[in-house]
């Protein structure tokens, strides 16, 4: 062991063998991670006397009376206790014979001596993604569109409108046509124009559509989306965000002021509603009192509330709040302070109301186009007083019934398609977590997380590992955004798969297919021995292609479109180098 736990190790070895001990209780983490921990020191101790497990999801007292209570047999988990080996070995396997043969074949391919390539279940895919994104800005073709805004005029006043097609249908379009083009974009200047000459001067009939809609709060944080809303927030990188919630965790006075960081859940166990109500009480004296007590005298702390309260979508640990321990003004560093006062007001605000706004959709239909307005009214501002949020009003002049609108003016304006932007920590932490599907519904994102790449706890340093190898970098783009972009030597590693026929390894859903089947390894329906079997084969899939696949020149030869200024030859690019020799 190393020298920091060498001292607790030696401690558990010591208890473990008194003759008193006929038993021994696993309280590790109620996980897949807790398990592995707990089974790897006492195989390493060889310790062998029986062993029974503590479940503690909740850390309540009455929720560890609850689990003293229960208390069963370490047989009633040996599918985690398998799920979680299983996990570890398969990592180990392809990291480390994976990284062996793609730096062998890449060092012999590219004739520059020894030329190390990291290949890992994570590291892979993560990298492949921001690279396929890089190469997609690149190949992007900016296309020219117009968007035609008519002003109207009214017995009231007057109000702007956009054309837009109601006949627009997206459902066969391409990923990337669903994103660029929309019912209001026009890539036809003759069809513009045509529009313009037939409304201008023309009445047009007006329908109003007025709804109420409701704007719930966020769910609770977990690591990743802390991260990325400090990222957003206060351009942090997720691996200092990482530190700072560590430090908040465990700070040197020991007093910790958030619940355990490194967590996947955004929900509180069922029992935490009184745990809850004494952490709000705590705030009294703080800047935070306006919305604690608010909360509390208007008793909105809900424990049928499946939003905040759910054990079954707790996790080894649960969603990050504040604890009952509220640090004094100025004890904490700006960086401490920005990032505690993100976390306690999301706490706050999942217990107000929604806020309410009116919306009004205004179409004017002006013989055969459609032109329309939307207009936003605030009724409540519900959550987003916790946030020291505003709404931004759209508000309408208001039309009588069956009343006319005249098309006064009407002009187009020129834009141009834009590239997707390069990823950031935010966006590509969201990616990791989404598997690189693009998911804006943060429910459904929360149901992807099993398939996604990574956890909470290893993302940050995934990405921080390849920036450190050379795979990626740190830059800004154009309009100054930091932004996180691939290195040549990361490109050419994702290229070096593509050629070995072992994109799979760069794929996001191999980490999916691996949860899914330890998922079924928990529930003792699938066996340690297939799973280790099954990734066996791939390893052995990536050693044979590794000595196997030969780069012919030829395959891969380019021409430049230069003359060698020497031999007055064309310059061709080959797999390794420069020539002008007839391939």
């Known amino acids: 062991p190393i020298a920091r736990v060498k001292s607790k190790v030696d401690l558990i070895k010591k208890l473990s063998k008194r003759e008193d001990v006929d038993s021994i209780i696993n309280a590790c983490d109620a996980g897949r991670e807790g398990e592995l921990i707990y089974h790897q020191v006492i195989s390493y101790l060889k310790i062998t006397k029986p062993s029974k497990r503590l479940w503690l999801q909740s850390m309540t007292k009455d929720g560890i009376s609850k689990a003293f209570t229960s208390i069963k047999p370490d047989s009633a988990f040996k599918g985690l206790k398998d799920s979680a080996l299983a996990r570890t070995h398969a990592d180990w396997v392809i990291g480390m014979n994976g990284t062996r043969a793609i730096t062998g074949w890449s060092s012999k391919a590219y004739n520059v001596g020894f030329n190390k390539q990291v290949v890992g279940r994570v590291k892979t895919p993560t990298l492949a993604l921001v690279v396929a994104r890089d190469i997609e800005i690149e190949n992007f073709v900016s296309q020219k569109y117009f968007q035609i805004v008519a002003k109207f005029q009214t017995s009231s006043g007057e109000y702007e409108a956009t054309y837009y097609d109601p006949k627009f249908n997206n459902k066969e379009f391409s990923d990337e046509d669903r994103r660029v083009k929309k019912n209001d974009r026009i890539f036809d200047l003759e069809i513009v124009n045509s529009i313009i000459s037939s409304c201008q001067g023309k009445p047009g009939n007006i329908t109003e559509d007025k709804k109420e809609r409701k704007e719930y709060s966020e769910a609770l944080f977990d690591l990743t989306s802390l991260q990325r809303e400090a990222n957003s927030r206060f351009g942090l990188r997720a691996q200092q965000t990482l530190q700072i919630t560590q430090g908040l965790y465990q700070p040197r006075s020991g007093e910790g002021y958030i619940t355990y960081p490194r967590t996947d859940s955004r929900r509180l166990p069922d029992d935490y509603p009184n745990q809850v109500l004494e952490t709000l009480g705590k705030f009294k004296n703080s800047q935070y009192s306006i919305y604690s007590e608010n909360i509390l005298n208007n008793k909105r702390v809900n424990n049928k509330d499946k939003k905040v309260f759910d054990s079954k979508k707790v996790s080894d640990h649960f969603a990050i709040i504040p604890t009952n321990i509220i640090p004094s003004s100025g004890k904490l560093s700006e960086p401490e302070a920005k990032i505690y006062d993100l976390i306690v007001r999301r706490f706050l605000s999942i217990f107000y109301p929604p806020v309410i706004t009116q919306e009004t959709i205004r179409d004017t239909q002006v013989g055969d186009f459609c032109f329309r307005t939307k ?26 019934e069956n009343e006319e609108a005249h098309c006064k003016e009407i002009i187009k304006n020129e834009n141009a398609t834009k590239p997707k932007s390069r990823y950031t920590d935010a966006t590509l932490l969201r990616a990791m977590e989404t598997a690189g599907n693009d998911l804006g519904d943060e429910e459904v994102a929360m149901a992807m997380k099993n398939k996604g790449i990574g956890t909470p706890a290893t993302r940050a340093n995934t990405i921080e590992d390849l920036i450190r190898e050379s795979y990626l970098f740190r830059t800004e783009e154009e309009n100054g955004k930091k932004c996180i972009a691939s ?11 593509t050629i070995l026929n072992l994109k799979r390894l760069t794929e996001a859903n191999l980490t999916g297919e691996w949860e899914l089947k330890l998922k079924e390894m928990e529930k003792e329906k699938y066996s340690y021995e297939d799973f280790m079997s099954e990734t066996d084969k791939l390893r052995d899939e990536i050693i044979e292609k590794a000595k196997s696949v030969n780069v012919d020149t030829d395959t891969f030869i380019r021409p430049l479109g230069i003359v060698c200024p020497i031999s007055k030859l064309p310059v061709m690019e080959t797999f390794n180098r420069y020539t002008t020799d007839k391939p």
């Open 375 to 400: 207009g936003k009214i605030l009724i409540d501002k519900g959550w987003k007083e916790v946030l020291e949020s505003n709404t931004t009003e759209t508000i309408l002049n208001s039309i009588e």
């Open 487 to 497: 290195h040549i030597r990361g490109r050419q590693l994702i290229q070096d798969l």
